[in-house]
């Protein structure tokens, strides 16, 4: 009786020790979440859309963009998406999109790129030269210049337009606190001619709204057709600043990219 005893004590050490190792790697089965920000905006411009993807269990990173160059700025990308363990879905707005696109290069843990109102160069291409592609960008009328003491320049967005320009279907007052905390690009950022795209290899997909008055969405629907899009979803009079406006159908696409890999 003792020994049935002990068989059964050890079979249920087993059982429970085998459903402890089960449990983190199911917890663990979905892939991180890279969040990549643009020009004029910082990493908090994601909040709404972490805060979906938490509830349906996904960890999510928002990345410190330095927007400073396309090179060092998806360096330093990079480094975050490798420092990560398992599969990482990685995701970029505005700027962020020739940054993933580089990042990605270097990471081979990336299994599909996001673009949310973002630039998808292809070798030799920039932000600049994309965004004159098709006529619809008002950007350039809002930007304000302010010399650096190396001679470059960063770039800003005037406060008083940035509502209008940048975030018009977000609420004024997020809008105003938006402008106050965006971040300058560099101006030789924006035209710097990007490298070999991520995209050529790995499945993309696309978000962007149909009243964007930083990109135009013609050259977003030229871009992901480029790309062979998975999917690509246009919200009807959504702005540059989407994510912030829409969270929900920014997570969306997301997950579905995380779910296809």
Not at 7 to 35: D, N, R
């Amino acid at each position: 009786m003792k020994k049935i005893t002990k068989v059964l004590a050890l079979a249920t050490a087993l059982t429970a020790s085998v459903g402890m190792t089960v449990q983190p790697c199911a917890a663990q089965s979905k892939p991180t979440v890279v969040l990549v920000h643009g020009a004029f905006a910082e990493s908090s411009s994601w909040d709404g859309v972490i805060a979906e993807l938490g509830r349906d269990g996904y960890t999510a990173v928002a990345a410190a963009n330095p927007l400073r160059s396309v090179a060092s700025d998806a360096a330093s990308v990079a480094a975050v998406v490798r420092s990560i363990s398992g599969p990482v879905i990685l995701v970029g707005h505005s700027y962020g999109g020739p940054v993933v696109t580089e990042a990605a290069n270097d990471s081979p843990n990336v299994k599909a790129l996001v673009y949310v109102a973002a630039f998808a160069p292809d070798n030799g291409e920039s932000s600049l030269s994309l965004s004159a592609k098709f006529p619809g960008s008002t950007l350039a009328n809002a930007i304000v210049p302010v010399e650096r003491p190396d001679g470059k320049r960063d770039l800003f967005i005037e406060r008083g337009k940035f509502h209008a320009q940048f975030a018009a279907d977000v609420p004024e007052e997020k809008a105003d606190l938006m402008a106050a905390t965006q971040r300058p690009v560099t101006e030789a950022a924006l035209a710097e001619p990007s490298g070999e795209p991520a995209w050529r290899k790995l499945p993309s997909y696309w978000i962007y709204g149909s009243e964007d008055r930083n990109i135009p969405p013609a050259v977003m629907r030229f871009m992901a057709d480029r790309a062979h899009s998975a999917k690509t979803v246009v919200v009807d009079g959504a702005s540059h600043a989407l994510m912030v406006s829409h969270p929900h159908e920014v997570a969306a696409v997301i997950e579905e990219a995380a779910t296809r890999q």
